[in-house]
């Protein structure tokens, strides 16, 4: 049996392979627009996700929840809207708290739920307030800058998933990488 070799101890491994396909399939059928069958399967991946302790199950179910909502079940969208962003919370992830917390917000008034989105809102500047390190950070700066002369081009998808990558969720391995907030990949980015 061959080894796989070693991980790199700053980089989460990405998921498995059926994961990634059915991560696919789930962002497949949300581009086409078929809303329920894709939040079936972001769901079954984000509790899966959240059962094994993976740090990427917040941004499945807040995937999960952006589906539900745009498929006309919005108390099941902002219930999954609320798990997501607890699991920041407990994960102290604060940075990704600020932003996606900001962007699920977006989405909830985008889609006139005007009352969940302020309610949302508030427990994130609750849970936020004392955190002063989010206070200067705005919605789409990255989660850390790369260096270097030029600004590199985030892809629009995830060439291993399908998932839309957003300068706000991408995690930054180098100057020429990005990783997958979904799937954990590497992704090659250009300049």
Avoid at 20 to 39: C, I, P, S
Avoid at 129 to 143: G, R, V
Avoid at 162 to 189: F, K, M, T
């Amino acid at each position: 049996m061959r080894r796989r070799p070693p991980f790199p101890p700053n980089r989460r491994p990405p998921i498995g392979h059926r994961p990634r396909l059915a991560l696919r399939e789930a962002q497949q059928l949300k581009d086409r627009g078929d809303y329920k069958a894709a939040a079936n399967i972001f769901e079954r991946l984000a509790k899966g996700a959240k059962d094994r302790g993976i740090e990427r199950a917040p941004f499945l179910y807040l995937q999960a929840a952006h589906c539900y909502i745009l498929d006309g079940q919005t108390q099941r969208g902002v219930s999954f809207t609320n798990q997501g962003l607890r699991l920041f919370v407990k994960a102290k992830n604060w940075s990704a708290l600020f932003r996606s917390g900001t962007r699920a917000v977006q989405v909830l008034k985008e889609n006139e739920l005007q009352d969940a989105a302020q309610k949302i809102q508030t427990w994130l500047d609750e849970q936020l307030a004392d955190h002063p390190e989010t206070k200067s950070m705005t919605f789409s700066q990255p989660q850390t800058q790369p260096t270097g002369k030029t600004q590199p081009h985030l892809p629009n998808k995830c060439p291993y998933c399908g998932a839309n990558l957003r300068s706000d969720q991408a995690l930054w391995i180098d100057n020429q990488s990005v990783e997958c907030p979904y799937c954990g990949s590497a992704v090659s980015i250009g300049g």
